[in-house]
């Protein structure tokens, strides 16, 4: 059965989760019980789509999805899905998915706590995408504009900044690039 799993998710290139399914949860326990389970599950995912706000096991999945030769992510993050697990792999991003070009992320409504518990870990993933060409994401502060202004192959920035409601006034008039 291993085989035939591993030989079937080697040919996928694309994944759009859209809503919350048990068969993200019905995989890892899957893989739990595999003693010999690889380290990533799709080793040759191209595009990845998580809109799937709370799913349990979400970390335990991204962790299989985020591969060196995923290019295109377009993820939702909420205040459900703030747990240290699902922070701790996307701030990972940029080493498990070195090459990727594309980043949309998306948010549904945050309180004040998860905004802030959640800026750290996006932050630290969009420093090391160092091939990223196109970005799509909320307001990320100061410091966050500051580590995307670094990267060289970034084209198309699109930020949200009218969400920047929780938290301290930001300054971006005074940064280069901002006028």
Request: contains cysteine; hydrophobic residues 40%.
């Amino acid at each position: 059965m291993w085989d035939t799993l591993c030989k079937y998710t080697s040919r996928v290139r694309s994944i759009i989760q859209t809503s919350n399914s048990t068969s993200i949860e019905a995989l890892g326990s899957i893989l739990l019980s595999c003693p010999l389970a690889p380290t990533s599950l799709f080793p040759n995912l191209r595009k990845l789509t998580w809109h799937a706000i709370g799913t349990r096991g979400a970390a335990n999945f991204l962790r299989m999805a985020f591969v060196p030769t995923l290019l295109f992510l377009d993820v939702t993050v909420s205040s459900v899905s703030t747990s240290l697990a699902f922070l701790s792999v996307l701030s990972s991003l940029g080493t498990l998915c070195p090459r990727l070009q594309s980043l949309y992320m998306n948010r549904e409504p945050l309180t004040g706590h998860s905004y802030c518990k959640i800026i750290p870990f996006v932050i630290k993933s969009f420093s090391t995408l160092h091939h990223l060409r196109t970005l799509r994401a909320w307001d990320i502060g100061d410091q966050g504009i500051q580590h995307i202004m670094q990267l060289r192959a970034l084209r198309p920035l699109s930020l949200d900044l009218s969400s920047w409601s929780i938290g301290e006034e930001r300054s971006y008039l005074q940064l280069p690039g901002f006028s």
